[in-house]
């Protein structure tokens, strides 16, 4: 896990690569990489690699990146977890390494198989790696897009880094703001890729791979669909076993593959856990074949205590359960407060999540572990979010109002004033917006709705963001190929879009802001690919999490399995209602300043006018 950064001069009347500013994108990302530093400059001037190290496979020197082999060379950022299995297979072709690394398997997998080598990796990966022969870059994401890469490309030089403040950093890249961008963070508390708050700046999607030569930028190629796989499962559900018995083996047997691979370190992997199924069953999985004692953290918070949102007393209670190394931090208000200005340091773009990431990714830095397993992944994979249910009610209401209904309700003054009385702002959106799964996906986790977003950045600046912005149409392009069924059509959506663009963004940015690895076993294609038939026909909420639950060979209790879902909290209103933080600007806007508005929407607010730069 590291950061990444290049620049690449690819048209002849580029300037050739200045090495002060490549040094800069780096070491705006020496969080990311504590333990090492490097760069590269190709001879013809043109090419420039460099790399912020944190060590987890082969600690030793000869780990640093940029790394070379024969005419290539990368920069790499993540862990191959099958990278022994691939390494073998390479040495029995006559291939010989220097380093015990993923990297250098990554570059001879390259030699063997070109582009190819992507349907072979199994991990979380963002790399660039430059083929000296052909003199061109080739730069890509893993399937789920759980590690970032940001390109700035200007038509004669791409520069890229794992974050989109490095590429700023390097005083090259223009700042003006992209008001698509900044219309998608108000629309869904995150920008959704491939966007960025900045016009020059643009994400590499998740699952993609991109050439650039001296023709020019090549265009994204995908080589792995997370709704492509889930439609896969869906036509294969109808072959998988009726016993309840070999269905729970065949769920076991995936998992268990799962987190045996995330637990390939030459460090500590620790844990998150949390009162949740998901991270407590990771937990007893890890008690069950990792080689040393787990140790585990867990967050809780004063303001918390013995509430429903209060993690600590199951965490305590499972840790002692599967005999891990427990330690659980409280914090106070105070704390909270402190920690503010640290958080949107970090944040490197907008999001109203993540915090909670970052105060526990700090507290297990602070205990010493450089790995920690987390259970995100586990509500999108395995169907336990109220969007599973809501989404298609909310398409089947819509559709039975029809045509003449919905035009009744066309945004507009009526539509406008029934947003600002009704229960839900949302609720004019119904007829309008609800008839598709796009769509209702999108009110279901819609922050503000379109006709709110004037109020919030100025009509112009909304109209200019919403002409290249349509959240509809961009929530139903994660539907394309369009799994069959709700369940598989919803967990592609919730994959695809909230996962993606929050929740693994957040836990990147968070985490290695401490220099911490967050490694996420239910974010995982194999097992996406094993799973998804085997709950694709039984997709009730409790259904997966139940298959979860009894996983371990010691199961969790039942009263947890049952237990409600509360996720992760934190009492961010704390953040904003601190007369000192000069997060207070919402008040003067309407639409926040009523007594009953969630706190979502006044921090996105503070985030793009007061927190984040």
């Known amino acids: 896990m590291c950061g990444i950064a290049g620049i690449f001069a690819y048209r002849d009347a580029a300037p050739r690569v200045d090495v002060a500013e490549l040094e800069r994108i780096r070491d705006a990302m020496a969080a990311r990489g504590p333990d090492g530093k490097g760069a590269y400059v190709a001879p013809s001037g043109r090419l420039g690699l460099a790399h912020r190290r944190l060590s987890i496979l082969d600690l030793s020197d000869a780990g640093l990146q940029p790394m070379h082999a024969g005419e290539a060379s ?39 198989h070109g582009v190819g080598m992507l349907k072979r990796l199994r991990g979380m990966y963002a790399f660039a790696l430059w083929d000296a022969a052909r003199e061109a870059l080739f730069c890509a994401r893993d399937p789920y897009g759980i ?211 970052f105060l526990v990714s700090r507290v297990a830095r602070e205990l010493g ?14 169907g336990s979010y109220p969007s599973f249910r809501d989404v298609p009610r909310l398409v089947r209401a819509a559709r039975a109002l029809g045509p003449a209904g919905a035009r009744l309700w066309q945004p507009g003054p009526v539509a406008s004033l029934l947003a600002r009385t009704a229960i839900s702002p ?45 959240p509809v149409a961009h ?9 069959r069924g709700d369940y598989a059509r919803v967990a592609a959506l919730e994959a695809s879009l909230y996962m993606r ?5 957040d836990a990147d940015w968070a985490s290695m802001a401490h220099g911490l690895e967050v490694r996420v076993p239910l974010v995982d294609a194999v097992l996406l690919e094993r799973v998804a038939p085997l709950i694709a026909r039984n997709p009730g909420p409790q259904a997966g999490k139940e298959l979860l639950g009894r996983a371990p060979r010691r199961p969790l209790p039942d009263e947890l399995i049952a237990r409600k879902k509360t996720g992760f909290f934190v009492p961010v209103a704390s953040f904003l209602d601190d007369p000192s933080s000069g997060l207070d600007g919402y008040k003067g806007v309407p639409l926040l300043a009523r007594e009953r508005c969630h706190w979502a929407r006044r921090l996105a607010y503070a985030l793009e006018h007061d927190g984040v730069a």
């Open 74 to 112: 990368i920069v790499f950022n993540g862990e191959i977890y099958n990278y022994r299995a691939l390494r073998a297979e390479l040495e029995a072709k006559g291939r010989r390494f220097r380093t015990g690394t993923d990297t250098e398997v990554l570059l001879h997998l390259y030699a063997e």
């Open 147 to 357: 590690k970032p890469l940001y390109l700035a490309d200007d038509g004669r030089t791409v520069r890229f880094a794992s974050q989109v403040k490095a590429l700023l950093a390097g005083g090259n890249v223009a700042r003006e703001r992209d008001p698509a961008g900044v219309a998608g963070f108000y629309l869904f508390g995150s920008v959704p890729e491939p966007l960025t708050r900045y016009r020059a700046i643009a994400a590499l999607r998740a699952g993609t791979y991109r050439w650039f030569d001296a023709r020019g930028a090549g265009p994204e190629v995908e080589h792995h669909s997370v709704p492509g796989a889930l439609l896969a499962a869906s036509q294969r559900a109808h072959e998988l076993p009726d016993d309840p018995r070999e269905v729970a083996e065949r769920f076991r047997a995936a998992l268990v593959d799962t987190v045996a691979h995330h637990l390939v370190a030459d460090v500590p992997v620790g844990a998150f856990l949390s009162s949740g199924v998901d991270s407590c069953a990771l937990v007893a999985l890890m008690s069950e074949h990792a080689a040393a004692e787990v140790r585990t953290v867990t967050l809780a918070f004063e303001a918390l205590r013995s509430g429903p949102w209060d993690e600590a007393p199951f965490a305590e209670a499972m840790a002692a359960r599967y005999g891990t190394r427990h330690v659980t931090v409280t914090l106070g208000d105070g704390d909270l407060r402190a920690a503010r200005d640290a958080v949107f340091a970090a944040m490197d773009q907008p999001s109203i999540d993540g915090i909670n990431t």
């Open 369 to 382: 572990l450089k790995v920690a397993v987390s259970g995100l992944g586990g509500d999108e994979l395995l």
């Open 426 to 470: 949302k609720a004019a959106g119904v007829p309008t917006l609800g008839g598709t799964f796009g769509g209702a996906y999108f009110l279901r986790r819609g922050l503000f709705m379109l006709w709110e977003l004037g109020e919030l950045m100025g009509e112009e600046a909304a109209r200019a963001g919403l002409a290249r912005l349509d």
């Open 475 to 483: 929530a139903s392009a994660a539907l394309e190929p369009e799994p």
């Open 501 to 505: 663009n929050q929740l693994l963004r």
